[in-house]
């Protein structure tokens, strides 16, 4: 069976307009982002090949929220992947985007909702941890800041 995004390269887009002028300014603190699904921890927020999956406490991305026109944005704080967003492709698939392609999250209850497609945080199944924002996939609970 062919997995959602299998054989895709990843779309950290910087090309896309999205109307935003000037980046956000951040809440000032950093935190990881904890996933668990069913109230069993399965990790926390990473990257794998390129995509945002679900990976263990040491390679975890630390990210920054950031509030732009009542949308909060979520950025890498450190490392590599610095400076990019987390957002959500075409394809639905989480990963990591400049400003310009940014797109925005919500927080109902445990779940993170994407602005982009109005769905939630989720991996594909537990055996393949790659991040999607789909609600027909395993959705995730996340544990964050309030901001």
């Known amino acids: 069976m062919t997995k959602p995004h299998e054989n895709r390269q ?8 999205n109307g935003k002028l000037a980046e956000p300014t951040s809440s000032g603190s950093t ?6 699904s069913n109230g069993t921890p399965v990790g926390y927020v990473g990257v794998k090949n390129g995509w945002c999956a ?25 490392g590599s992947y610095a400076g990019k967003y987390l957002s959500v492709s075409k394809h639905d698939a989480v990963g990591l985007y ?6 925005g999250w ?4 445990d779940d993170l909702v994407s602005k982009y497609n109005n769905q939630k945080l ?18 995730l609970s996340v544990s964050l800041p309030s901001t």
């Open 106 to 109: 919500s927080k109902s209850g």
């Open 54 to 78: 679900v990976v263990d406490e040491g390679s975890a991305l630390e990210f920054e929220a950031y509030v732009y026109d009542d949308v909060t944005y979520y950025k890498v704080a450190s």
């Open 31 to 36: 935190f990881y982002i904890k996933l668990a």
């Open 10 to 17: 990843a779309e950290f887009s910087n090309d896309v307009d």
């Open 122 to 139: 989720s991996m594909y199944s537990t055996d393949y941890e790659y991040l999607y924002a789909w609600n027909d996939y395993t959705v």
């Open 98 to 103: 400049r400003w310009h392609g940014a797109t």
